[in-house]
């Protein structure tokens, strides 16, 4: 190493200033030669930051509980505010249940679209109270107290219980119709369907 580099590096350690002081205020005069004097560590920072500019308000002057959450409505309300809700990303499979009661009214006195009964006027909502008071105490008593009728207007002709949809084909029908003629070539195995 040549005594031109030895130089050139020691003009750059002289350029280098310390990280102790490059981000903190120093005390100067004879006031840091004391500090240096009763310091364990000299080269310790005392950590009070450079702050070139006032902050107002300074930090750690508001109480800490003083801030007050800004809410919005309904957003804010977690009272009635569940997620899924909220989401509308994925759109969530909403659940339908069927109890016995809703069962019994629909075996006594129908759906809206094939009613059993005429529900017209005072005597309809009457029938409606009717029936829910005895949907509440269940199946097992409306087949009670309807007795072998009740039973027999569930079930089918044949006796059996109705199928779900999709299963209560007639027979020699098929599920699919099948167009006449192939759209595509013999070659292609596709089939094509109306």
């Known amino acids: 190493m040549s005594s031109h580099t030895v130089a050139k590096a020691a003009q750059a350690t002289n350029r280098v200033i310390a990280v102790n002081k490059k981000y903190t205020v120093q ?8 500090r240096r004097l009763l310091a364990v560590d000299p ?11 006032f902050r107002n308000p300074p930090p750690g002057s508001n109480e800490p509980f003083s801030f007050i959450d800004p809410v919005t409505l309904p957003a804010g309300d977690i009272a009635d505010n569940p997620y899924w809700k909220r989401d509308a990303r994925r759109s969530y499979p909403v659940l339908s249940t069927v ?40 199946l097992a008593s409306y087949f009670k107290k309807s007795g072998k009728e009740g039973m027999l207007a569930v079930l089918g002709k044949d006796g059996l219980p109705p199928l779900p949809s999709g299963l209560s084909l007639k027979a020699g029908q098929d599920k699919y119709l099948l167009t006449a003629e192939n759209a595509y070539p013999e070659e292609y195995p596709c089939r094509t369907f109306q």
């Open 27 to 34: 005390s100067t005069g004879i006031w840091e030669r004391i």
């Open 43 to 53: 080269t310790r920072s005392n950590g009070i930051p450079l702050n070139p500019q």
């Open 99 to 138: 109890t016995q009661g809703d069962v019994v009214g629909l075996l006594e006195v129908g759906s809206k679209s094939a009613p059993k009964k005429e529900l017209i006027g005072e005597a309809g909502t009457n029938a409606l109270v009717q029936v829910k008071k005895e949907g509440e105490m269940g």
